[in-house]
């Protein structure tokens, strides 16, 4: 089955400091992926959606010069929380869409952020 | 803007027995997808099963299915002969035409031994 990858699993950075998270389809392409984050016992909620070759879309609330977001190739992109904050901490979560299948997505394991 | 309504926190099922998770949903569009995901413990998201709105037929997987009624706009699971290993917070979701999914707050369901 289709496989995406997250890294790191678990971050734990200072205040202030900047954050990259990966997300990888393993075995096969996505022109899209999306970013959720996920509070602790609450649902996932839609930070931005990310298109290969393209400006990512964020969703109102979302701040873009926070959570930046690059989709450089069609298995990989990345988000960089920059200078982060305690209230940052949170559970972040993508999936990714097979190229040309739009109504299947898989997600990934999630990465768990700790701003001290 | 679509919504998605989940209006049971939490359910519990003794080992064996059925449950029924509820679901309800708002749009304006006539053509869209409907999941229903499950979270282990260990927060890795799972796909159940999906509906097509277009689709008439209920879905099923195996001991999951649905009942979907467009028309009341009501998409509720149903676990049959329920395992220890179904425990899990489960989120119906709601698939945009953008392609991201729209998520209910979740129900978390327990299963007795």
């Not at chain 1, 998270?21 to 959606?49: G, H, N, V």
């Amino acid at each position: 089955g289709a496989v995406v990858s997250q890294h790191p699993s678990r971050v734990i950075c200072k205040s202030g400091t900047s954050v990259k998270i990966e997300c990888r389809s393993l075995d096969f392409q996505a022109t899209t992926m999306f970013w959720y984050r996920q509070f602790p016992k609450q649902s996932l909620m839609l930070m931005a959606t990310s298109n290969e070759g393209s400006k990512a879309t964020y969703e109102q609330g979302v701040e873009k010069d926070k959570f930046l977001i690059n989709h450089a190739s069609l298995t990989l992109s990345t988000l960089t929380v920059t200078s982060a904050h305690p209230e940052d901490s949170s559970f972040y979560i993508c999936s990714a869409q097979p190229s040309g299948i739009q109504e299947t997505q898989y997600f990934g394991p999630g990465t768990r952020l700790l701003v001290l | 803007a679509q919504t998605v309504t989940q209006s049971q926190p939490e359910m519990s099922v003794q080992e064996a027995e059925t449950v029924t998770l509820s679901c309800t949903y708002d749009t304006s569009e006539s053509d869209y997808y409907l999941f229903w995901y499950k979270q282990p413990p260990s927060r890795q998201m799972i796909l159940v099963i999906r509906q097509e709105a277009y689709k008439q037929q209920n879905a099923t997987e195996n001991r999951f299915s649905v009942n979907f009624q467009k028309a009341a706009k009501s998409f509720s699971l149903k676990i049959s002969d329920s395992q220890l290993g179904d425990a899990a917070m489960y989120f119906c979701a709601y698939r945009r035409s953008q392609g991201n999914l729209i998520f209910g707050k979740g129900t978390k369901l327990s299963v007795k031994p």
